[in-house]
């Protein structure tokens, strides 16, 4: 791999960026009264990035790997969750769309990352 930090990672990045929107997204009223759902929204979303991060400064390919699911599987927990926010009306349903788009797209990204690590 031709980077040296995790932050020379584009879908760190794009993940940094969705943490961002969706800590936005959730800072409104409508999650005022359902902060279970709000708090797990963050967690799973800013577990993207966090295992990103982790894996990468692991020990080997395998192991960053390993991380990389764990991300991707994070990126499916906050498409998910945005459909609940969506459906309870905390979330106009353009907005998340847009989230769940953003999660998918990071998704493939990790899928493609692993794919490359697991090459070499």
């Known amino acids: 791999m031709s980077t040296s930090t995790f932050e020379s990672l584009r879908v760190w990045h ?12 959730t800072a409104g009223k409508a999650f005022i009264n359902d902060r279970a759902l709000r708090d797990q929204l963050r967690r799973a979303v800013i577990s993207i990035m966090a295992n990103i991060a982790e894996g990468y400064e692991r020990d080997g390919s395998k192991e960053f790997i390993h991380f990389l699911r764990i991300a991707k599987g994070s990126a499916g927990e906050v498409r998910c969750q945005l459909y609940a926010a969506q459906d309870l009306g905390y979330l106009e349903p353009e907005m998340a769309h847009a989230l769940r788009q953003q999660a998918a797209i990071i998704s493939r990204q990790i899928a493609a990352l692993a794919k490359y690590r697991a090459e070499f």
């Open 14 to 25: 794009d993940a940094r960026r969705l943490t961002t929107l969706i800590y936005r997204a």
